[in-house]
């Protein structure tokens, strides 16, 4: 059973433990794998329980599964992985400034909606939590000119450019100069990319269980150079529905269409 949040010594175990919010995508697994088997420190994951989330099943089994994995490669490695710690909207205490934050940072341009509540949780624990941000993430456009570097991982400098980016202070960033196929080159190096393979990403599986193809995980995993780990129908299916919604958008749909001479004249 997963741990549950409450009152024990994590303000003691702060400076040993690396806090690192797990969602058992490749990029925060390649984080835990490269803190246990690499740098053979403890890690504590922790795990925010999305409502309705299609994918909770998946991600929940293929981190079962790496730990699994891992145990059986070695056992002594394992026992670095503390239970995981989940979070749910519930066990959160509402803070409206954190909605305010993001709601001011998306006048810049689309940001998810998840963060307020990752940051309300890492405020609620009082850990400084690693996120897993790698090079081409979305809100890395936001944060590059306001990070500092300290002990190999980035952290939001003490006064940012604009009070709204605090949305992130309660954060370490280890990733920010990697890209995805940088840390299967990595794996490759420390002998775990077997266990890399075993990661999930997909917002939206499909009945089979498979990756979708369609959502926006799906999507930049292919861009990212990692379309393999979706079937070849799925991700055929991906560009079919993302051709159609581009040609049919109100917008950008136009000049495509009026290109390939589809544009009703007017």
Known sequence: MPAKVGADDQGQRQGQIAHLLWTSGWDSTYRLLDLVVVQGRTVQPY?????????????????EAIKGAIEEKSPAIRS??????????????????????????????HLGGQYPDLARMAKQLGVRMEMALHEDDRPLDYLMGDLEKDGGVYRLIENPSSPDLK????????LVEM?????????????????????????HPDRHGQAC???????HTIEEGLGRRIPVKNRIRGNLSRSFRLLTSPIRGFGIRK????????
């Not at 193809?213 to 999507?219: L, Y």
């Not at 290109?259 to 007017?266: P, Q, T, V, Y």
């Open 213 to 219: 193809g369609k959502c926006t995980p799906c999507r």
């Open 80 to 109: 670095l992985i503390l239970e995981t710690i989940v979070v749910r909207p519930e066990d959160i205490k509402p803070d409206p400034w954190f909605d305010k934050a993001l709601a001011n940072l998306r006048r810049s341009g």
């Open 259 to 266: 290109r390939l001479g589809l544009a009703k004249s007017g």
């Open 179 to 203: 890209t995805k196929k940088g840390m299967g080159t990595k794996a490759r190096e420390h002998g775990f990319a077997d266990l890399m393979e075993l990661t999930w990403f997909c917002h």
């Open 47 to 63: 795990y925010f329980m999305t409502p309705n989330r299609q994918s909770t099943e998946a991600e929940w089994a293929a981190m």
């Open 167 to 174: 949305l992130f202070e309660s954060f370490d960033f280890p």
